[in-house]
């Protein structure tokens, strides 16, 4: 699945911007994650039917929603702070139980996005 990654920039600290992938395939759930440098790539948010998940540290900030009819996925981002700047990558899964059990773990996708970069001063 090929996936195509917009929407990051830079922003001040509070701000806002929205992130979208496309995915030019099917895929059961889909996932945002984070790679800030010098640490390890962290989950953000995941969708998976009407199952969505998110990580701690930006709950009641992002909000993740899909396309209902297209392997579209968004990430609302709120209240960015300096420790949300990273590269933001999209991530397609398609083993069911992994998806629905395991949507916040990177070995549950097989396919990523290439990264857009959020960076917030």
């Known amino acids: 699945v090929q996936l195509v990654e917009s929407g990051g920039g830079s922003v001040r600290a509070g701000g806002s911007l929205r992130l979208s992938c496309v995915a030019l395939?099917?895929?059961?759930?889909m996932a945002w994650f984070r790679q800030a440098p010098g640490k390890e790539r962290e989950a953000v948010a995941s969708?998976?039917?009407?199952?969505?998940t998110y990580a701690d540290s930006v709950r009641e900030r992002f909000t993740v929603s899909k396309a209902s009819d297209k392997n579209n996925l968004y990430l609302e981002m709120n209240s960015l702070q300096p420790e949300d700047t990273a590269m933001y990558y999209c991530a397609t899964g398609n083993t069911v139980w992994r998806c629905r059990l395991h949507g916040l773990v990177s070995t549950t996708y097989d396919s990523w996005g290439q990264g857009t970069q959020v960076t917030v001063s």
């Open positions: 969708v998976s039917d009407d199952l969505t």
């Open positions: 395939g099917y895929a059961y759930c």
